[in-house]
């Protein structure tokens, strides 16, 4: 039997060079032309890179995005381990509906999402006016306008992109490995700690990173929810590029936001199966 | 609202609001918008072919329309070409542009701002005084690469259910007299100049900018401040009671205090005189025409309408005598109102600008 002439690798090649075309020409050639204006304005060099390591205010602002990022995907890990670990013993129905319910928020507007929470938190909010009306306190509590307010909202919006993954996860966990662990004596505490959690630390890793990658581009939830008092790195590029056209100390915090989160990636990627975090099996 | 929203992005957003309430009538909305771009069109245009189309760009919403209706049309039947972009012409976007030498915007909204940061970079060209009428405006608001098409101003408002009597900017600082949060624009315009001005710095003295002194006194009440992004969330956290006092646009201040039913009140004693500026990019495509556009947009009856409309201030001095009444306490260009505040510099903003605006960030975030 003859072989066809570019080999069988070369036909799939074939099928994908468009899209890879594409790729290049609109996604990659783009970033490259980021990472050559970090290095060439103002001047020629790496003085933008240098200011990583000497401006205050970029640490700052480095250092605010870690820690609400950081705290962000704590909680939310935790959270959306419960449900998904709920969801995964329910019934077929109670995980429909409870998939509904994951699903809704993510089709709303974030900037929605974050008004919602102001009317909520704030002072005369619904949880305030309803908690003094029930004389349970005296003052408002301060829910609103400081990092609290921040992560409520982000832990909102973060909460599907754990769930997901995570359940994902369990799903592929076989069930008998429990039962075994069970029939050998172990408390269904102990088959928890010692089997299942375990099995499902694949998920847990993934589902960390994809969090605490979304949470880096975040700007909108927190400039509104945090009373405009935290600045994070994404509204940060954004002011460099389009209020003070300074393209050079932008394109340098892109670049090096992008290169941060390829690592992440690649760490990601040596720790579970990427296709079947994304579920492409 | 993904940015720190400027003064012109605020307009488009308010007219919209007042037409949905009802409060100004379709014709009155699109007069306002109007004269918001462009008020008259130029006497005697009847080269239609020769005359190249002039394309104005504003920061959009129900903006883009209306300018349609109301301007290009008849714009089009005086023999002129126009056509009217609402994708926002923030510093970035004209950069981006001109150095791609891919210019398709003759003439642009924007502030002291714009043309401070994208003036010294060679991207805007100068405005040519031949065409347009230096007497048409105040003098302190016409520069190289900019000229004041609207006026407005940034203001002190204060909840008199928590603040009595008529308080000084001085009490804006002073927490034991009026206990509550306070709240300041995300963006330093406005902020540094006020917070000198509670300091005791004389209005005509306030340029160049302390700012260590700004930023000094700024810090006394920094745990009891919030800051807005945009107009309509200054609107609000007044309104909602989580602040007591702020520092906000004056059309923000007047809606809450017409709105307000007696709660709300403002003044401009100690405030900001602040230039809505037209900015024609370098290598505009229709050339001269940008600025007879522009002329065209002086004349005082347009400007008058804005006022009525929505608060903006006309530009032209020549206005003043066409204001009615009962408008000219909430007109911010208004004589006796101009005499009680600061004007900005645009000069020092294209000199400080960018450093100012990065240390109130840092400020702010620390």
Redo the contacts between chains.
């Keep these: 039997m003859r072989r066809p002439a570019f080999g069988e690798t070369g036909i799939y090649w074939m099928l994908v060079m468009p899209a890879l075309l594409m790729l290049i020409g609109f996604y990659l050639f783009p970033l490259v032309r980021v990472l050559w204006v970090s290095v060439m304005e103002p001047t020629p060099g790496l003085g933008n890179y240098a200011l990583l390591f000497t401006n205050?205010?970029i640490h700052?602002?480095l250092l605010?995005t870690l820690r609400i990022c950081l705290l962000t995907t704590a909680i939310t890990l935790l959270l959306g381990y419960v449900v998904a670990y709920v969801m995964a013993q329910a019934s077929e129905r109670t995980q429909r509906w409870m998939m509904l319910g994951i699903l809704l928020p993510l089709w709303i507007s974030v900037?929605v999402r974050a008004f919602a929470w102001v009317t909520l938190l704030?002072?005369?909010g619904i949880i305030n006016n309803s908690l003094m009306g029930m004389g349970v306190i005296d003052d408002p509590l301060p829910l609103i306008?400081n990092e609290l307010g921040i992560t409520i909202g982000m832990v909102h919006y973060m909460l599907p992109f754990a769930v997901l993954p995570l359940l994902t996860g369990m799903r592929g966990i076989d069930r008998r490995c429990l039962a075994a662990a069970r029939g050998l004596g172990a408390s269904r505490m102990q088959s928890f700690m010692r089997v299942f959690l375990p099995l499902s630390l694949p998920g847990v890793v993934g589902a960390s990173i994809l969090v605490f990658i979304f949470s880096l581009g975040f700007?909108?939830t927190p400039?509104?929810l945090g009373?405009?008092?935290?600045?994070m790195i994404a509204?940060?590029i954004?002011?460099q590029?389009?209020?003070?056209?300074?393209?050079g100390v932008g394109t340098m915090l892109a670049t090096t936001l992008i290169v941060f989160i390829f690592a992440l990636l690649g760490l990601l990627a040596r720790v579970v199966d990427m296709r079947r975090l994304f579920g492409a099996t | 609202m993904d940015r720190i929203q400027s003064f012109a992005e605020d307009q488009a957003e308010i007219l919209a609001d007042e037409y949905r309430a009802g409060r100004v009538s379709r014709r009155q909305m699109l007069a306002g918008l109007g004269a918001l771009g462009l008020a008259a069109v130029a006497p005697g245009a009847a080269r239609a072919q020769a005359r190249p189309e002039v394309v104005v760009v504003n920061f959009g919403g129900e903006a883009v329309p209306a300018f349609r209706e109301a301007f290009q049309q008849p714009f089009v039947a005086g023999g002129g070409r126009m056509v009217i972009d609402g994708s926002g012409p923030s510093n970035g976007k004209i950069k981006t542009m001109v150095q791609a030498r891919n210019v398709t915007w003759d003439i642009a909204d924007s502030g002291v701002a714009g043309t401070g940061e994208l003036g010294p970079l060679g991207l805007l060209e100068e405005i040519d005084y031949s065409i347009v009428d230096r007497a048409k405006v105040d003098p302190a608001f016409t520069y190289k690469f900019g000229v004041a098409n609207y006026m407005f101003s940034t203001v002190m408002a204060w909840d008199t259910r928590k603040v009595t009597g008529k308080p000084t900017l001085a009490d804006f600082f002073d927490i034991q007299k009026f206990p509550g949060r306070r709240m300041l624009r995300r963006s330093n315009q406005g902020m540094l100049e006020l917070a000198l001005l509670a300091d005791g710095v004389p209005a005509d003295q306030l340029y160049p900018l302390d700012m260590e002194r700004a930023f000094k006194k700024l810090a006394t009440i920094k745990q009891h401040l919030l800051f807005w992004n945009s107009g309509a969330e200054s609107q609000s956290l007044l309104r909602d009671g989580e602040v007591v006092m702020g520092l906000l646009w004056n059309t923000r201040a007047n809606l809450l205090k017409r709105d307000g039913g007696g709660r709300m009140d403002y003044t401009y004693n100690q405030g900001l005189l602040q230039p809505g500026l037209w900015v024609v990019p370098k290598g505009n495509p229709a050339g001269k025409e940008a600025f007879r556009a522009i002329a065209s947009m002086q004349a005082p009856e347009g400007q008058v309408k804005l006022l009525a409309s929505m608060g903006n201030g006309p530009a032209n001095p020549q206005a003043a005598s066409l204001v009615p009444a009962e408008l000219k306490a909430v007109n911010p260009s208004d004589p006796a109102n101009v005499a009680v505040q600061a004007k900005i510099s645009a000069e020092w903003y294209e000199k400080n600008g960018a450093a100012a605006l990065q240390r109130f960030l840092d400020f702010i975030s620390a």
């Design positions: 205050s205010s700052r602002v605010t900037l704030r002072r005369q306008w700007l909108v400039a509104i009373g405009g008092r935290t600045l509204e940060y954004s002011v590029i389009l209020d003070v056209v300074q393209w």
